[in-house]
C-alpha cells in the first residue's frame, strides 16, 4: 500500500513500492493502492493537484466506508471492485 517517487532534476518516476506479484496475476484479487497512490504523487507533481485531491478523497471515503476494500485489507472486493468504488465516490 505504499507509493513510491523518485523525482530527480530532469525527470521523475512513480511506481508501487512492491513488485509486480507474479503469484496473482490476472485473479482480480490485487490490491492497487500503492499505485494509485504514486498516480496521486504524480498528479501533485505535474501541478495536477485538483485531479490528485478528488482521486484521494475517493480512495479515503472508500476505505473509511470499508467498501471496495480489497481481502488484503479485510474486504471482499476484487481490483475492479475496488477501482469501480473510486470511480463511483469521485465527486
Not at 490485487?30 to 478523497?57: C, F, V, W, Y
Amino acid at each position: 500500500m505504499v507509493p513510491g517517487a523518485n523525482i530527480g532534476e530532469k525527470g521523475a518516476v512513480f511506481e508501487a513500492v512492491h513488485g509486480s506479484a507474479p503469484d496473482i496475476a490476472g485473479k482480480g484479487i490485487a490490491n492497487p493502492t500503492a499505485l494509485l497512490q504514486s498516480a496521486i504523487l504524480m498528479l501533485r507533481h505535474i501541478d495536477e493537484r485538483g485531479a490528485a485531491d478528488k482521486i484521494e478523497a475517493a480512495m479515503l471515503r472508500i476505505f473509511e466506508e470499508g467498501k471496495g476494500r480489497t481481502r488484503d485489507i479485510g474486504g471482499s472486493a476484487t481490483t475492479d471492485e475496488f477501482a469501480e468504488a473510486i470511480i463511483s465516490n469521485m465527486h
